[in-house]
């Protein structure tokens, strides 16, 4: 308790002093008390009016120290007047409840927003005399149509008087309560559409939301919301009441209605008796009073509308002084208390000078009169309300609590007593919602802008699948499972570019991505780029090893471009190829185009009008490389052989039977082949299967992988099921039809595939040799089973090569899952071996050159290669019968063993150039 410096008169007794003093430090802890808001659980209390009389000198301290007590807290003092001369009575409570509102509105906590008054706003705007010269006056139609056109009016328009003042109040008040759900709408939406669309829709969502919450804010800050904010005054209140009249069904019948209750306490010679009048006035004076006292509930009411955050952070209930004869106002308020019965949150404090015995504020009418207690025992008054409020809940059993001061009480209010006050919910912290709608902006911005600006490279755009497309030297992963790989070649071309010996630029064409969504393990289908990525890297460390000064040899520096899963964005990198072409004299060539699609096709056909020597890797449809007129681009040389080759020399060894294997002459055969637009590899080589077959052989399509199911389901359900398939599918379904295969009826089945199984098989070798119900033959390009045997002088180390090198960059081992293929990548190692060596031939008479070579004559000196013994098998680009394709180029059929380990079962085509193969 704080020690009051009053002096004691000499003639008081100390211990009437003593009390004297407890009592004003107890009647300043019971307002603290009083204002001081009870939890949610606890529920909010009905206040009673705390009048406190005296003289001048000791209600004016009482006043000073409520001002210092809600410090900080809504609360406003206001000095009622009489209505002027010839004026209602309904003005001056208008003007008072006007005062009051702008008073509690100006203060509140810090950080937190201000109290508003849309409600009585309203009404006040809609009692207003001076409206009156804009209204007709007897006719009922016409009165209607007006106030309906002013509402409107109103609508468009702020409020001269009101809205420009308080708008920017309005906004602070209004802001926080929408944001947070208008953040999260934009998250969610954002991350939904810029997964199913593009990333640039999520970005425009989630500024879409924060424009939005900025449009809604902008008009609930004005005094006109809507016509939703204003239902209560003619939905929930009972005011003005019109005889026998019906409660008003819209907002502009309950104007009308408050315009001819105004006319009527207006007195107009229209109006009824001096007695209307009266009644007239009492309904607007409660209908102002219960607007302002339901603003002020609405503005602290605590429910299931989680967003209204400051409702719950107001932990001290607003305080209105009335200082001087102000009974009318304090009177209509417990009037309005009493016939709505319905809970406020104000605490009214009504002062007044001592007066004449009878004429202070009188009850609410439903209790009796309590006495005035003198200043020493005003503390006991709160205590013994809220017990009397056990007994009536609603409003309280004593509705007024008096307390009477004397002039030698000033002096005892000069201290203030220690605070009372409750601490806020930590969910009603004034920066949570700020910081809850910060980080659900902030997260999806920032993951989109990283999609779409950070995490690819400069020069890789990142397209609608997911997918990073572009060109880089390799200092960009385009999928994980390829990043040691690509960090070697981006090594050792950050070597070549430092060294001063010359090189030249040759790009490769792959599919290094998988899209968004991929399945768990489908990064089997990267085996081939990932073995063909490799091989490249092993060419370039060898040319770097065996560099000498001076010794003229050309070193390697390989661009990397990805044109996406399935060469999807083919024709958009093919144009950035170009452009390097451009740019760049030393990018003497492309090698890849590892899959026979359309777009691959068409890449082939861009680059060959620029006539660039192109070498492809896996490609084999027969024409691959052959536009639509039927001209051969010339400057593109495959390495593999064709569709057709393959299926004549397949079809010959499986059709009489292999005994070694297993298998017996094929009776039954059925090829199975893919139908999916745009791949021209698996139709073509299921129609040279049938073609050459030549009758006795079907043939089923399937679109899909359920597809897939259902027809292996299908065929293995007739009579007479085949006892060979041949798969002229694609790796990434092979899985499940091998699969769909085992669990089905047909029994002592052979399937044989073609070459592009080859990356499934990389990964799953183990698992295809164990399945014992299906038996699996497949055409690999290339494979290192097939060199075993071949004399030390025409054999390759290239797979022990490639095996160190693997050893050293820690990328797993064959027969590994995740591993590169060594196939492929002997496929990319002679392909750009052939390329290089081409430009050496160009290059090597002329050793003082920098390293800018003709493509021309690059594409000359690879027309007249000689055959070369490459890794893969022989390399001799021209010769063929057709022309169009590599000459000798070996074709295998390899079983798997139970271990996982290959077998060559045939051979076609040479190893090496000295070899014979009697076919």
Not at 841 to 852: A, M
């Amino acid at each position: 308790m704080a020690i009051s410096t009053a002096s004691r008169s000499p003639h008081e007794n100390p211990e009437e002093y003593r009390r004297r003093v407890d009592g004003a430090d107890d009647l300043q802890r019971m307002i603290q008390k009083m204002r001081r808001r009870p939890t949610h659980r606890e529920g909010d209390v009905p206040l009673p009016t705390l009048e406190v009389s005296g003289p001048q000198t000791a209600t004016s301290a009482v006043i000073a120290a409520v001002h210092r007590l809600c410090s900080g807290a809504p609360h406003a003092r206001i000095t009622p007047s009489a209505s002027p001369t010839g004026q209602p009575g309904y003005t001056a409570i208008s003007a008072q409840l006007h005062a009051a509102a702008e008073g509690l509105s100006e203060q509140a906590p810090r950080f937190e927003p201000r109290l508003r008054f849309p409600l009585l706003n309203m009404v006040v705007w809609l009692a207003e005399p001076e409206r009156e010269h804009d209204l007709p006056s007897n006719e009922p139609d016409r009165l209607d149509k007006r106030v309906g056109e002013m509402l409107r009016q109103r609508g468009k328009t702020l409020n001269p008087r009101i809205d420009q003042r308080t708008f920017w109040a309005n906004v602070r008040a209004y802001a926080e309560g929408p944001l947070p759900a208008w953040a999260a709408a934009g998250t969610i939406l954002s991350a939904v559409w810029a997964a199913q669309a593009r990333i640039l829709l999520g970005v425009i969502t989630v500024l879409l939301s924060i424009l939005l919450w900025a449009a809604q804010v902008f008009l609930l800050s004005r005094a006109w919301a809507g016509r939703r904010r204003y239902r209560w005054l003619f939905r929930s209140q009972p005011y003005p009441r019109n005889g026998g009249e019906e409660r008003a069904h819209t907002l502009r019948d309950f104007a009308v209605r408050v315009v001819r209750t105004r006319r009527a306490a207006d007195g107009n010679p229209s109006s009824a008796d001096e007695q209307a009048a009266d009644k007239a006035n009492s309904e607007l004076e409660h209908l102002l009073v219960n607007a302002f006292l339901e603003d002020l509930r609405q503005g602290y009411q605590r429910d299931w509308r989680i967003w209204r955050r400051v409702a719950w952070a107001r932990t001290s209930y607003p305080t209105l002084v009335v200082d001087g004869p102000g009974g009318a106002l304090v009177q209509r308020i417990e009037e309005v208390r009493n016939e709505t019965a319905t809970c406020d949150p104000l605490l009214v404090i009504y002062i007044h000078n001592d007066e004449p015995q009878g004429t202070h504020t009188a009850d609410d009418g439903a209790h009796p009169s309590p006495e005035q207690v003198p200043t020493a025992e005003a503390g006991n008054l709160w205590e013994e309300w809220k017990r009397a409020l056990a007994r009536d809940r609603e409003l309280g059993s004593k509705r007024v609590l008096r307390v009477g001061l004397d002039a030698a009480d000033a002096e005892l209010f000069s201290n203030t007593p220690d605070p009372i006050q409750r601490r806020k919910p930590i969910l009603a912290n004034p920066f949570f919602p700020w910081v809850a709608a910060s980080v659900l902006l902030i997260a999806p911005l920032t993951h989109l802008v990283t999609s779409t600006a950070g995490s690819c490279a400069p020069g890789i755009s990142r397209v609608s699948t997911g997918e990073c497309i572009g060109i880089s030297d390799g200092d960009f992963a385009f999928h994980p499972r390829l990043k040691r790989a690509l960090s070697q070649i981006h090594d050792a071309n950050s070597r070549v570019t430092a060294s001063r010996q010359p090189y030249v630029t040759i790009v490769y064409l792959g599919a290094l991505s998988l899209p968004d969504g991929a399945v768990e393990g489908s990064d089997d289908l990267l085996a081939d780029v990932h073995g063909e990525l490799a091989g490249l890297a092993l060419a370039q460390s060898e040319l770097i090893s065996n560099s000498g000064s001076g010794n003229g040899r050309l070193q390697l520096h390989i661009l990397i471009a990805n044109a996406g899963h399935g060469y999807r964005y083919a024709s958009t990198v093919t144009s950035s190829i170009l452009a390097k072409v451009n740019e760049n004299e030393k990018v003497i060539g492309v090698v890849g185009f590892g899959e026979s699609r359309s777009p691959v096709n068409q890449a082939i056909i861009d680059l060959g009008k620029r006539s660039i020597p192109m070498i492809g890797t896996a490609g084999t449809f027969d024409r691959l490389g052959i536009g639509s007129t039927g001209r051969v681009v010339p400057s593109y040389f495959p390495l593999s052989p064709p569709n057709s080759r393959l299926a004549r020399h397949v079809v010959e060894w499986v059709r009489k039977g292999l005994p070694a294997q297993g298998v017996k002459s094929v009776r039954r055969p059925l090829v199975l082949f893919d139908g999916t637009n745009g791949d021209l590899y698996t139709k073509d080589l299921g129609e040279q299967y049938l073609r050459v077959f030549g009758g006795g052989m079907d043939g089923e399509r399937y679109d899909s992988t359920t597809s897939l199911d259902s027809k292996v389901t299908d065929i293995c359900s007739r009579p007479t099921p085949p006892d060979a398939i041949f798969y002229a599918g694609r790796a990434a379904q092979f899985g499940w039809f091998i699969d769909a295969l085992s669990e089905s009826r047909c029994h002592d089945v052979t399937v044989v595939a073609g070459d592009a199984v080859t990356q499934y098989v990389n990964d799953h070798a183990k698992e295809i040799g164990r399945n014992h119900r299906v038996r699996v033959l497949y055409t690999p390009l290339v494979s290192a089973a097939a060199w075993q045997g071949v004399p030390a002088t025409n054999s390759t180390d290239f797979y022990a090569r490639l095996d160190r090198m693997l050893a050293d960059l820690e990328i797993s081992k064959p027969g590994e899952t995740r591993a590169p293929s060594h196939a492929f990548a002997a496929l990319a190692y002679d392909a750009v071996r052939t390329l290089r060596g081409a430009a050496q031939t160009v290059y090597s008479p002329q050793p003082e050159q920098t390293g800018d070579l003709n493509r021309g004559g690059v594409l000359l000196a690879l027309e007249n290669l000689q055959p070369v013994d490459g890794s893969s098998g022989v390399v001799k680009l021209h010769g063929d019968v057709e022309r169009h394709y590599a000459a000798d180029r070996p074709v295998m059929l390899v079983s798997i063993d139970g271990a996982g380990a290959q077998h060559l079962v045939k051979q076609c085509g040479k190893l090496y150039n000295a070899q014979q193969t009697g076919c």
